[in-house]
């Protein structure tokens, strides 16, 4: 026979102290971590999601290769790339804030789900205070909400959808590549001088939110400046053989054909039309030509021959003779062997302006560095004067349109640079129909 | 018409491909009863050796060039194939041109060895094993193969031109007294359909007319009553494994200059093909070829903007919806046996 003791002042007491024991690791863990990954001892994890498997692997190789300079340069080692020239000089080369510059890196497969997957195992398995990379708008959108709702920041990589910065924009994104809306802006007063105003343009679009985006943004710019848009048509991803989307332009009366595609799908549908002999072709008594808004270097080189002459834009060349370009190729080309691709060019000058915004702010907390990055002008990372627009999170800089070169002198020589278009004329009111739907937000901290 | 007429001659070229990959699914499942889902991966296996042969012949020697420079602004190295070097400049040159039709003869060996290695080291230990561990085994022999291609040439596509004399395209309309401009068929698709044909044609021929393709056939048909009769089967079979390789090799090298390799086409054209050998019929060659180009004739008038305006999406799925109808309406497809896959 046992006897218990309960009485009221017991209960209390053990109540009391059973809370107190409980509570205790909130108390000190939201004490000590003011939010989400604050990095604790000498050194910082960043988390570079770029694409290692899937059709754009070699691009997130590149990537990869431009984080790893950059993380280089953040720690003073190497010769410093654009570190020499970027206008801000907060970064002195001793990592960020004083801290060692880690990295972990995940594979995106560019595929929304494992994107968000990887980046979520970053943030909670490793610690990662920031998130960036990818190489599809797709992909940055998902990883880019992702990141929202966990209380890191987003740097995405090489995405060109006007969605990104558009109606999916989150306070903790930021977006240093161009956009569709961009591109239109800069090509159509050159398609225009060059092929005239009178001409007849039918679309072929690859059928996801970047291929929209773009499809709009340049059928509007172009009939702005009197082409009338003959068809618009939607072509699956990964079509492979496009011929029989390529052979009924034959039969109306389009005289330029404007593929907005990227990727394997670039390649396969420029090489289809070319093939099918539209280049040769003359119609209206004028000469047919061909157009792909969103050229890359490394999808080029897929093309081959089939983009000589081809207009095209795009965000960053290697070619550019700027001290910062300069800088960047110099330090890539030594490491690597070749010049990087504007793809590595937006990663590595990503990877820069998150280093500095922290550094400025003094802190890597998310809301700090919204704060530091939101309107900060700066200069000397290969794109002329740049703005970070507070609004949007986009960064606003000239933009190049480039057509592919006759007259290669090596494997890399595949565009020359036609014009950079000035910031002023892709600049957009931030409350533009293209962009709209969305709203930034408040920054989350986690 | 014109349109007709057009998106006909578009099928063809598809249609070729996929009639030379469900051949050889067909002749390997026909032979060896095995359901080969690593057949796609020959076929871009195929595409890869005219990269590889592409490649080789452009190996080139750097000699250091002071006028010039590099994008490092180093001094130039400029690169000579060492073919050129070899046999001159235009002998050389004209090798590089041709090295698509010339990787056919490069592949024959390598796919054969492919073929053989694969059935005798792998698929040979699956031949008593249900269809569904061929076609697990298989699948992943596929995924393993295009894993190995991406690591050593990448991910993107790769540019593999036809020769000079074959780039560009002819007026078929004209010819034919259309207005000039409106059916444009390029040459290489041209060549590409009759490789095709004279392909097939050669298989069939060798399967019809020697005694060899006889004894084939007669283990098709009845594999325990030849064996009885003292005929070693399993090494004809074995064959047979190699020739379907080296049939979607081929097929697979002369591709290269339609669609840029990648590793993963193989795939994408396998799916496909599975449809075309159960539309055709499991086990029946004639089918095989017979479905491979009505089903590429059929995506090809899918696409048309006339039909995708009344039915959208239809080109993706038009494949799908016939083959449904087809084996609804005759379950063995269209030229099946009775007594294939029944057991």
């Known amino acids: 026979m046992s006897k218990t003791d309960l009485t009221r002042r017991g209960v209390l007491r053990t109540g009391a102290v059973a809370g107190a024991g409980l509570a205790l690791p909130t108390i000190f863990t939201s004490g000590a971590h003011a939010f989400t990954n604050e990095p604790m001892g000498g050194t910082v994890t960043l988390g570079f999601n770029v694409p290692q498997s899937g059709a754009y692997a070699d691009e997130g190789a590149d990537e990869l290769r431009a984080y790893q300079l950059a993380v280089e340069h953040l720690n003073g080692e190497g010769d410093g790339g654009m570190l020499n020239t970027f206008s801000s000089k907060t970064l002195e080369g001793n990592g960020i804030l004083g801290k060692k510059v880690e990295f972990v890196t995940g594979d995106t497969q560019t595929k929304s789900d494992a994107a968000r997957a990887s980046a979520k195992s970053m943030i909670e398995k490793d610690g990662a205070v920031m998130i960036t990379g990818g190489s599809s708008s797709g992909v940055a959108v998902a990883v880019q909400g992702l990141c929202q709702e966990a209380g890191v920041i987003f740097m995405s990589g090489l995405t060109h959808s006007n969605d990104t910065t558009g109606k999916d924009k989150k306070a903790n994104g930021f977006r240093h590549f161009f956009n569709a809306y961009m591109s239109g802006a800069a090509l159509a007063p050159v398609l225009a001088a060059r092929y005239g105003a009178d001409r007849k343009a039918y679309h072929l679009t690859a059928d996801y939110t970047w291929g929209w985006t773009q499809e709009e943004s340049i059928a509007a710019a172009t009939e702005a400046l009197g082409w009338e848009t003959v068809n618009k048509v939607r072509t699956p991803l990964g079509a492979g053989d496009f011929s029989s989307y390529i052979t009924p332009v034959l039969q109306t009366d389009a005289d330029v054909l404007i593929l907005n595609h990227y990727g394997g799908d670039m390649v396969n549908s420029l090489t289809n039309a070319v093939q099918f002999g539209l280049r040769e072709k003359m119609v209206n008594g004028k000469q047919f030509e061909i157009v792909v808004p969103l050229f890359s270097r490394l999808m080029a080189r897929g093309a081959g021959e089939n983009i000589k002459g081809i207009l095209g834009s795009t965000n960053w060349h290697w070619s550019l003779t700027d001290e910062g370009s300069k800088a960047f190729v110099k330090s890539f080309g030594t490491k690597y062997g070749f010049p990087p691709s504007q793809a590595a060019h937006t990663c590595y000058v990503q990877t820069l302006l998150y280093a500095d915004a922290v550094a400025r702010a003094g802190s890597f907390n998310p809301c700090a560095v919204v704060e530091a990055l939101e309107g900060f002008e700066f200069d000397g990372l290969g794109n002329g004067k740049t703005l970070y627009r507070a609004e949007d999170h986009q960064c606003f800089k000239d933009v190049l349109v480039v057509r592919g070169k006759e007259n290669p002198t090596s494997e890399f020589d595949l565009l020359e640079i036609v014009e950079i278009t000035p910031a002023a004329q892709v600049t957009y009111p931030a409350d533009h129909p293209m962009f709209a739907g969305g709203a930034l937000g408040d920054c989350n901290a986690g | ?143 393993v193969l295009q894993e190995v291609i991406k690591y050593f040439y990448g991910a993107n596509p790769i540019s593999t031109p036809a020769p000079d004399a074959f780039k560009g395209s002819f007026d078929f309309g004209a010819m034919l007294g259309f207005d000039p401009n409106v059916i444009i068929y390029p040459y290489w698709r041209l060549v590409y359909f009759l490789f095709a044909a004279v392909v097939i044609g050669a298989v069939f021929s060798f399967l019809r007319f020697t005694t060899f393709g006889m004894v084939v056939r007669a283990g098709m048909a009845d594999r325990e009553t030849v064996g009885l009769l003292g005929i070693n089967i399993d090494r004809r079979f074995t064959i047979m494994f190699g020739l379907a390789a080296a049939v979607a090799g081929s097929a697979g090298v002369m591709y290269a200059p339609i669609l840029s390799p990648n590793y993963h086409m193989g795939m994408d054209f396998l799916v496909l093909c599975f449809v075309v050998v159960v539309v055709g019929g499991m086990g029946s060659l004639p089918g095989a070829v017979a479905a491979g180009f009505l089903l590429g004739i059929l995506e090809s008038f899918s696409s048309m903007n006339a039909v995708k305006s009344i039915l959208p999406g239809i080109d993706q799925i038009i494949i799908y919806v016939v083959a449904i109808i087809i084996l609804l309406t005759r379950p063995r497809g269209l030229m099946g046996k009775k007594g294939v896959m029944e057991d």
């Open chain 2, 1 to 143: 018409m014109e349109t007709i007429l057009l998106q006909l001659l578009n099928g063809l070229d598809k249609g070729s491909a996929y009639a030379l990959i469900a051949l050889g699914l067909t002749l390997i499942f026909g032979t060896l009863g095995v359901v080969n889902f690593a057949h796609g991966a020959i076929f871009m296996i195929g595409a890869f050796c005219a990269v590889t042969l592409s490649r080789l012949l452009n190996l080139s020697f750097e000699t250091v060039d002071p006028e010039k420079l590099d994008f490092l602004g180093n001094p130039a190295k400029i690169k000579t194939p060492y073919v050129e070097a070899w046999f001159g400049h235009d002998f050389g040159h004209a090798l590089i041109d041709w090295a698509v039709p010339l990787a056919i003869l490069f592949s024959i060996p390598i796919m054969i060895a492919v073929g053989f290695i694969m059935e005798r080291g792998l698929i040979k230990h699956f031949y008593k094993r249900p269809h569904a561990d061929q076609i697990l085994v298989t699948f992943g022999l596929a995924i």
